[in-house]
């Protein structure tokens, strides 16, 4: 099989350095606090780009796929500029609140409006909601295989071929094209975008989609959909001063073992 499409799944998630907030109905709020292209995803697209590379006899199409806000498109932005050839953006209100269940739906469904690439990639997980399941929710909408958890990616006609550690040992694991795969952070250092790079992302194409679009009804997705709900929040207590050990007369081995003891540390 010929290795022709890629599709590499990216997602605008709050800055980990700013001040993250929620909402009033306890979703993150994406809107009011500045954002980013997810730190686990940039590892997506930069095997995405690595397998095209080591596939040059082959013209492969690699495009960013992303459902958010508008200021969303950030995310696929950062994609473009590190290599990626075109981007889709699929923005409605009606996702905001969406669980991982109805962000599989819309993310299948957007694939299957673009047409369903031989390879799809992604993420260890989210860095705001870490369940790493997407991947796999999507595999199944799609009636794909799936590879997951790759820190080694290897590719040679249709077949892919990966090792997944583990805390005891590690696998190795194969497959067929068209399957989904989803990479670690483990599996090679992402790119930075060049300015060459950034200039020639300007002029890359950049879809939008709707619900409409992609035939999924605003009932089946959003906070009232979700399958889970986050009941309360609370804000991280301030940072309270250390205390000082001083080993003065020779007990500080001692105090130190007590404080830790105390905290249970030890």
Same mark, same amino acid.
């Given at each position: 099989m010929?290795?022709?499409n890629i599709v590499v799944l990216v997602k605008y998630v709050p800055d980990a350095t700013g001040d993250r907030k929620f909402e009033?109905?306890?979703?993150?709020?994406?809107?009011?606090?500045?954002?980013?292209?997810?730190?686990?995803?940039?590892?997506?697209?930069?095997?995405?780009l690595q397998i095209k590379e080591k596939r040059a006899d082959e013209e492969i199409t690699v495009t960013a796929l992303t459902v958010g806000p508008a200021e969303a498109e950030a995310a696929v932005r950062k994609a473009l500029q590190m290599g990626a050839d075109k981007a889709v953006h699929v923005q409605d209100d009606a996702i905001a609140g969406s669980d991982a269940v109805a962000t599989s739906l819309v993310l299948a469904k957007a694939i299957e409006k673009i047409g369903v690439p031989e390879l799809i990639v992604g993420g260890l997980a989210s860095t705001d909601g870490g369940l790493s399941v997407v991947p796999a929710m999507l595999a199944e909408r799609l009636g794909l295989p799936q590879v997951t958890l790759a820190s080694v990616v290897e590719t040679q006609g249709d077949q892919v071929r990966i090792k997944r550690d583990g805390d005891t040992a590690t696998e190795v694991i194969g497959g067929t094209?068209? @399957? #989904?795969?989803?990479?670690?952070?483990?599996?090679?250092?992402?790119?930075?975008?060049?300015?060459?790079?950034?200039m020639a992302a300007k002029k890359k194409p950049l879809e939008a989609l709707t619900l409409a679009d992609i035939g999924v009804d605003a009932s089946e997705v959003g906070l009232d959909a979700a399958w889970t709900t986050v009941e309360s929040v609370t804000a991280r207590p301030p940072r309270t001063a250390g205390e000082i050990v001083k080993?003065?007369?020779?007990?500080?081995?001692?105090? @130190? #073992?007590?404080?830790?003891?105390?905290?249970k540390f030890i």
């Open positions: 010929t290795l022709s009033a109905d306890n979703t993150v709020d994406r809107v009011g606090v500045d954002g980013l292209l997810s730190e686990l995803d940039e590892y997506a697209v930069e095997q995405a094209l068209p @399957l #989904v795969l989803s990479v670690t952070d483990q599996s090679g250092e992402a790119r930075y975008p060049s300015f060459k790079g950034i080993d003065e007369d020779g007990s500080g081995a001692t105090a @130190l #073992v007590e404080f830790l003891a105390s905290k």
